[in-house]
């Protein structure tokens, strides 16, 4: 009979405790409440190479959330990068080995947008470039150390071969006027008027000419081609040029 008793008083507590009692439920209480466990490391991971820190990374939750760092050689700050949700939000800053701001960049979800400035170390603004969901507007700002406004930059121009009456074949050249070599040239157009350089053609050029050679062709109309010209200033930035060119004959590709 306490044999029977003993089995019966175990049966009562093992189905009590399947129930799970009323207070004890408290892992189902915590996802209503919006619980996010933790999935991955939360805090900061500095990262060594012979002894030396070069990389700082805040986490939370094993995603790059907070600011991203990385150092010159004698622990000098060299860039500081926001994250939110793993992805650049925010200004990511450049600094020169002494510590001077060099570059503030604009992020938003891992894309430039807004104006990237760069800085001279005596703080003065050298350059503005702006920029529209990771694309290039094309024109630029840049200053002298005097802060001063840069505006002897070349003109962009174009000759032509008309052979069109012998061969049905029209050559253009495209060049700088000052017969600069620091030029990349395009075929195609800017697009909702920024620079988008995977819809652009590279052309065939020499050191200071960028050349078309437009074909008679049937069943094709153009009044015009454009092309693009990327004009690498002497203060290190692309400067972009747009020229359409009127096309004689209107069967030319």
């Known amino acids: ?136 507007l094309p024109g630029l700002e840049e200053y002298t150390m005097n802060g001063e406004k840069v505006t002897d930059y070349p003109e962009i121009r174009y000759r032509v071969n008309d052979r069109y009456a012998e061969r049905g074949l029209y050559k253009i050249f495209i060049e700088m006027d000052n017969m600069a070599e620091n030029v990349k040239y395009y075929r195609g157009d800017l697009v909702n008027g920024l620079v988008d350089l995977d819809s652009l053609a590279p052309l065939l050029q020499t050191a200071t000419t960028g050349y078309l050679d437009l074909q008679k062709t049937q069943g094709h109309s153009a009044d015009s081609v454009v092309v693009v010209a990327a004009y690498l200033t002497g203060y290190g930035n692309r400067l972009y040029y747009r020229l359409a060119i009127p096309l004689p004959y209107k069967d030319l590709n």
């Open 1 to 136: 009979m306490k044999q029977l008793t003993s089995i019966t008083i175990i049966l009562i507590l093992l189905i009590a405790a399947s129930c799970g009692g009323g207070t004890g439920d408290t892992g189902g209480s915590r996802k209503k409440a919006g619980h996010v466990p933790d999935t991955g490391y939360t805090g900061i991971k500095n990262y060594i190479r012979e002894n030396v820190k070069v990389k700082e990374v805040e986490f939370r939750n094993g995603i790059k959330e907070g600011m991203t760092r990385t150092f010159y050689k004698g622990g000098v700050v060299e860039q500081e990068i926001p994250y939110v949700a793993d992805k650049k939000n925010g200004e990511a800053r450049w600094y020169y080995p002494d510590s001077k701001l060099f570059r503030v960049t604009p992020y938003v979800n891992d894309t430039i947008h807004g104006s990237q400035i760069q800085y001279y170390k005596s703080g003065r603004v050298k350059a503005k470039l702006d920029y529209k969901d990771g694309k290039r």
